[in-house]
């Protein structure tokens, strides 16, 4: 028979509330991290059940604490959304059947939905690494979404604007000033489809002392890391159908930045000009 002795019965007590004292800095380190999240998240156990469901979650589809508990499930909440009115813009039922079926293949699933208020939620569901539960986050990229669709209309806009001024503009990739862009005047400068001319260079489309020409002063510019402005040159074009005969070249060109390598853009080709 073992005696346990006032002692160690302290030491034990002293050591059971030193890990209590651990787990609870624990618990606080976790829902701190939990609530500050910029996505909402929630988890599921295997049974469907809500185990764990942080603040951001609420307040982004305006659910009250009070309501949404432990324990309920993916029909409670989103039947709270929709009395909420921050649903998806998509079948209740049919978004129910789908999240029930990926926990059941256990399949992880990514989808952008929209709200009915406008809003656009991308929506993450994957199965926990050691296969006992669901997480799921969701992320707000409503203003990353305006900002694409804005940058997309500033994009057709100058692809507008470049395709019908009625001057050449290109741009060549600074490393070896193969064409990277070319607009419908270029087209008519050089005789040729763009097809035919990206990814070329002067030496490739024209005679060798109009290319030597036009590469000097584009190796110029790029050393000089300056705007230049370049006043006509009249350089032959033989061997381009219609456009054979003598051309205008003038230029205002400048390097840039053009993802991880310069590139340098030019203007002021004259495709009408005849000497």
């Known amino acids: 028979m073992k005696i346990l002795t006032v002692g160690g019965a302290a030491e034990r007590t002293a050591a ?25 998240l929630t988890m599921f156990d295997t049974a469907g059940r809500l185990v764990v469901c942080n603040a951001r979650y609420l307040q982004m589809y ?4 009070d309501i949404i508990k432990l324990g309920c499930t993916v029909r409670d909440l989103v039947q709270q959304r929709i009395a909420a009115g921050t649903f998806f813009s ?21 989808a952008t939905m929209d709200l009915t208020d406008g809003r656009v939620i991308t929506v993450i569901s994957q199965p926990i690494a050691d296969g006992g539960g669901w997480v799921v986050t969701h992320e707000d990229i409503t203003e990353r ?12 806009l100058a692809n507008t604007v470049i395709e019908n001024v009625p001057v050449t503009i290109i741009v060549q990739d600074a490393r070896d000033l193969r064409l990277l862009l070319i607009n419908r005047a270029g087209e008519e400068f050089y005789g040729a489809r763009r ?28 050393r000089s890391g300056e705007r230049r402005y370049l006043d006509e040159h009249p350089i032959a074009m033989p061997g381009f159908g219609a456009n054979d005969g003598a051309r205008a070249f003038g230029a205002n060109a400048g390097g840039g ?6 590139a340098l853009g030019g203007t002021g080709s004259s495709p009408n000009r005849r000497h």
């Not at 509330?17 to 500050?36: G, H």
């Not at 979404?145 to 057709?156: F, L, M, P, T, V």
């Not at 097809?195 to 790029?222: M, R």
């Not at 930045?257 to 310069?262: E, S, T």
């Open 16 to 40: 059971l509330r030193e890990r209590e004292a651990q787990l609870q800095a624990r618990n606080l380190q976790f829902d701190a991290a939990l609530n500050n999240m910029t996505q909402g």
């Open 62 to 65: 305006g659910l009250s604490p």
């Open 90 to 110: 998509v079948d209740p039922k049919k978004y129910i059947a789908d999240f029930a079926a990926s926990m059941t293949k256990k399949s992880p699933i990514s």
């Open 145 to 156: 979404r305006r900002a694409e669709k804005e940058r997309d209309r500033s994009q057709d």
């Open 195 to 222: 097809e035919d001319i990206i990814g070329k260079t002067a030496h490739d489309l024209l005679p060798s002392t109009a290319a030597d020409y036009i590469t000097a002063q584009a190796k110029e510019t790029l």
């Open 257 to 262: 930045r053009r993802g991880a390598g310069r």
